[in-house]
T-cell receptor, first 116, second 108 residues
Framework: DAMVIQNPRYQVTQFGKPVTLSCSQT?????MYWYQQKSSQAPKLLFHYYDKDFNNEADTPDNFQSRRPNTSFCFLDIRSPGLGDAAMYLC???????????????FGPGTRLTVT | AQRVTQPEKLLSVFKGAPVELKCNYSYSGSPELFWYVQYSRQRLQLLLRHISRESIKGFTADLNKGETSFHLKKPFAQEEDSAMYYC??????????FGSGTKLNVKP
């Protein structure tokens, strides 16, 4: 019944060791988002895909990359994690506003990343 | 640049009391605003959106463009309303800017 799935739920990586977080969706939504949320802070948009078009936020570090091989899957790659990258990473999906749909984001449960 | 401010990190009220969670925004375009809620151990989910002018679980929110506010209100708080509430602004067609959230604690 889950619509946006994130794996793993908890990820521990070492300082500087590349890590990939995964998100999949069963909603067939064309927009997928990655957010970073640190403790007691707002979810911060890192980037999003509109279909296959990648949209990076200006202040997203180069260390963060994303891939969307198909409609259902989206990956967040952190090339060289630092201690400051420890956070909850949220994936979300939506239909685009141009479709005229009532706009809503569906969130996954998040992946909590720990950097040791 | 767009911005969403939620001035209260924590709001505690007693069951049955009115509740108002404040949200102020800054955006040069035409704003679309939302309230998202996260209950304990659950994922973030949409509570309501201003364009629908709806009441969900007894909550309402009115967009006040003059005061650039979108406060969330409920006349009688229930214990099950205890959660984290985020105000969010839709900008540039598909992007969201979230406020830092207010934790609502409804005491019995």
């Amino acid at each position: 019944d889950a619509m946006v799935i994130q794996n793993p739920r908890y990820q521990v990586t070492q300082f500087g060791k590349p890590v990939t977080l995964s998100c999949s969706q069963t909603l067939n939504h064309n927009v997928m988002y990655w957010y970073q949320q640190k403790s007691s802070q707002a979810p911060k948009l890192l980037f999003h895909y509109y279909d296959k078009d990648f949209n990076n936020e200006a202040d997203t570090p180069d260390n963060f990359q994303s891939r969307r091989p198909n409609t259902s899957f989206c990956f967040l790659d952190i090339r060289s994690p630092g201690l400051g990258d420890a956070a909850m990473y949220l994936c979300a999906t939506s239909r685009d506003t141009a479709s005229g749909a009532r706009y809503e984001q569906y969130f996954g449960p998040g992946t909590r990343l720990t950097v040791t | 640049a767009q911005r969403v401010t939620q001035p209260e990190k924590l709001l505690s009220v007693f069951k049955g009391a009115p509740v108002e969670l404040k949200c102020n925004y800054s955006y040069s375009g035409s704003p679309e605003l939302f309230w998202y809620v996260q209950y304990s151990r659950q994922r973030l989910q949409l509570l309501l959106r201003h364009i629908s002018r709806e009441s969900i679980k007894g909550f309402t929110a009115d967009l006040n463009k003059g005061e650039t506010s979108f406060h969330l209100k409920k006349p009688f708080a229930q214990e099950e309303d205890s959660a984290m509430y985020y105000c969010a602004l839709l900008y540039n067609f598909n992007k969201f800017y979230f406020g830092s959230g207010t934790k609502l604690n409804v005491k019995p």
